[in-house]
Structure formats: C-alpha cells, structure tokens
C-alpha cells in the first residue's frame, strides 16, 4: 500500500479524487489516497502551493512532491523541503495554453477588436498583413513556449524566440542570454511571456526593454504577473509605445477591482484562464511519477532548485 | 512578344502593373502587358469579374483566362467564354484565409467577446473546454478549406469535415454528398463555410440544416454570402438555435447599411477581409500559367465548367 497526501485546497480534491485513483489503478498501484495522514506515514504528496502543508520536515520518508501546477515559485524556495519536486506537465496545460496564446496573437494581428467595434453600417475592409510579414517574439522555450512557438511558426508568422539557455525550435529564429534578449525584442510587434518567475525574470519588462518593441506593439502575458513592470507597462501604453496587453496573470490575484488595468481601454484582462491543469491528463503524471518512484527509476519533470524552476 | 491583357478595375492596374511584369521576367517571357488591345492581338487575359470585358468571342487567338480571384462564378456561367478559364491559387490567399479562420474559431473556442466585454473588475474565471472537446465542422475542402482543415486538426479540434466528393485528410473525419452533410452537421458546435456557390451550394444553409447543429452553435462564413439562407439564420439566432454568426461575405457587397446584420447583437459583419489575392504571390501563379500556355503545357487550376468551379 502507498500512502499518497492529497495537500491542495479542499475544493480540488472533488475534481480529482476519482480521476487519480483511476490513474493510479491504470498503473497497477496500490494507493491509499487522502486528505490527512499522520506526516511520518506520507509516501508522495500531491500538492498545490495554496495548500496548508508549508512544512515539509514531518514528512521523513516521503519520496518526492508532486505539484499539481505548471508554476512552482510559491514552494520551490522552501528550505524545509529536501525531496524532488516535480512540477506539473500534462497535455491538457499545454494543450489549452496553444489555444489561448494562438487565439490571443491572431486576435491581435487580424484586428478582432477594432472589427467588433465597428458594427456600424459601415464598410471599412482593412486587410492585415500576412503572418509571414508580422514579427511576433516569445519569450520562454519551455514545454509551454516551445508548444506555443511551434503553432505559431506553423501559422508562419515572422517568429523568435528567446530562452535563458540557448534552444532550437525549426521554423522559430532562437535567442538566448542577455545580448540575445534585445535582439529578440528589437522591433517585435506582439511579444509573449511564457517564461518561470524567478529572480532573474522578476520585473523582466522593464520600460527600457519594452522600448526595444516596434511602436505600437502588443504585449500578451499567460506567464506570471511579476514578469513586467506594472508602472512601466501603464506608461508605454499612455505613450502609444505599446497600443494593448493582453493580460492573464497578476501581482495579486485576483486583481483587484480598483486597479488601473481593469477598464484601461488598451488592456485587455483575463482572469487567470489561459490554462489550467485538467484533472484527467494531471492525474495520468502523478500516478507516473509514483509508479516511477516506486519502480526506482528518475522521476519526470524535477525542479532544478538552483535554477528554481 | 506575348500579349497579355489586363482585364480588371484601373484600381488593380497599379497594384499589379509592376509584379505581374516581375513575374513575366523571372519566368524568362518577353510579355507586352496593356490595359488595352484589339481583342484579335490578345494572347491571354488576366481577368476580374467585375472587368468591362464581358464577350470572350472577339479573343480570337487567346489561349486563357487567367482569374485574378478564387471565386469565378460570375465568369463561369458566360456563355461566350470558350477557352480555358483558370482559378487564382497562390500562397498568400490560402494563408489569409488559414489565419482568418482559425483565429475566429479561437475567438469562438475561447469566448474572447465575452472576455472583451468583462471588464468591470469582477474576476470571474470560466475554463473553455480543450478544443479535443471542441466539435468544429468544415463544409468545403478544397484548396482554402482543406488548408484551415489542416490547421485546425493541428490545434486538435473534433474535427469533421464534407465536400461534394469523397476527400480524406489527417485528422479530420470527413463525409460527402447528402447523407454525409447531415452527419457532418449534426451536432456541431462551430461551422465553416469555405465552399465555392454553384447551383447545388446556394442557400445550402437552410432552417433545417441549421436545426442539426448543436444548441448554441456559431456559424462562420467567409466563402459566399449565398451558401446561407438569410432570413433561416436571422430566426435561428433569434430561437437560440444559433448563438452567433460571423460573415465576410454577403448577397450585396458592401452590405447595405440597413441591413439586419448590421448592429444585430449576434452577428459580426466583416467587410470580406478573410482573404484577398496578394499581388506579388498572384502574378507569380499568373506567370506560371502563361509559360505553361507557351510550352504546350497544361494549365493550373482549371475550372470544370460542368460542375461551376
């Protein structure tokens, strides 16, 4: 019998109780699946960084924690935790955020916006360019990123991307380090952050990077809030360095109702929903990762801790 | 020296005057390209419907008509047209239409005009379902809809797929003729109407087909305005049978400004932007077909007079 901790906000554990133990018997594993056991009797633990469960030193013979979230900011620098971490990579994340970042770009380079807005009986047609002729950057080539810069080279838009070490991607010009990061940025018209928040990335977008931008350009941001510069995002919109954001993610979430990007006519809010860790394909990884735990062999997706992420 | 005329709206004459010569060069022809010819000198005519020339019969010696657009069936039925008269196909009106389609499906997919208009600083995440859960039908799969199929399957969408004749293409389920229209329809969430208008597809869309579709479904039409009976759709949104309607194109272009659709609170109007023909990708096609005219070659893109397209 193996002794799995469900440590997430009490609300998940509806969505995922039947889909994990289902998984877990696809594996041929035994578990005893629950909310709350005695710390020392843990084997793995499923976990969400909300969760209660902050102090990992009770848990002495537990083999690894699983997250159930792509992001691991909130638990990768607890020092009381000594076992892997894996972050959460399933299909369904990576699925739901190609549809998204892909829907939001071609929101942008078609003019969607600027279409609803004119109903008025009035026959305007205005043609964008085509994707070949539209520079788009991403930034961020992890699964995610690089998920998403593949559609977004198969739309044959004009595309780079740049990622802390140095990747390649067919269809996609690659960047890498902090002299790439301005070419990677130079004259770019609608930029995507797909990448982890650690110190490095904190306040990535700062007002001198985003001036780097072709003018009028788009920032769309799936990745996490702290990656730019609120302030200096705010001020190149009001310049028209920026002409929109598209924004999912937040300092604080949720936003709060008086902060100045909710109803900002260039910034466009979504409430933390361009993707999301679906039950079914996130219970197939963690019962994976058990039966390897299990079975003695590496786990999938650790965390480097150094790099925190 | 070849003759070519130049049979469309002085507006299009500087738009192409200088790649169509480009494509004539590259392609090694010494061509004498004239808005204007004695009709018995013309070796080829580059033709847009809504040209002057109207009667082929003084075109003694041309070989072709070369068609500035994809659609011809205001050419087709002329019944003193007697010589070969060839479709546009070039790259650039294939990826317009790939990027149109598949962005407003996202749009659809994703429900981006219900995010757009929530911006009143309550934070209320809804999770689209993936697109695998997503049930899109295309009618028409030729050369635009076979391309947006492709895409579209890439995204992972339950894809399904119908044209008049038996087509197969990866990861699409695909039907024809009658019974094959039913089943294609039925149960669809989001429908694309890329099928050329024939005599067998106008007012395809009629209130018992729409009746097959999913509850709440959306229809997208950026092929031929009359593939859909009007006055069906407009109940079909009032009933809720259809939630919304999103139309390039119209019966009259440009819509009149008292048209129903304009303004109507489920219906997008765009002004036929899906896609045009791109001037440098469509002379370099026009070019390849007068070369293969001199060589004794096969044309490209022939239509079938029998089946008007």
Redesign the interface.
Known sequence: MINVLFAAKPGSWDAYRETLAAAFAAKGLTVDLRQDFPPEEVDYIVYAPNSSVQDFRPYIRAKAVLNLWAGVENVVHNDTLAIPLCRMVED?LT??M???V???V??H??G??A??AQ??????????P???ERRVTMLGLGELGSACAR?LA???FDLSGWSRTERSIDGVKTFSGDAGLRAALTGAEIVVLLLPLTPATENLMTAERLSWLARGAVLINPGRGALIDDAALLAALETGRLSHATLDVFRT???P???PF???PK???????AS?T?PVTASMTIAENVRRGEAGEPFLHVVNRTQAY
């Open positions: 369904g699925e739901g190609v549809e998204w892909t829907g939001h071609l929101r380079h078609l969607i916006d279409c609803l109903q008025d009986g009035q026959w305007r047609p205005v043609y964008p085509l994707a070949r559609m198969a739309l044959k979430e949720p936003l109702p008086d902060h909710w109803g900002h910034v466009t809010v979504t409430p933390h929903v999301e679906r």
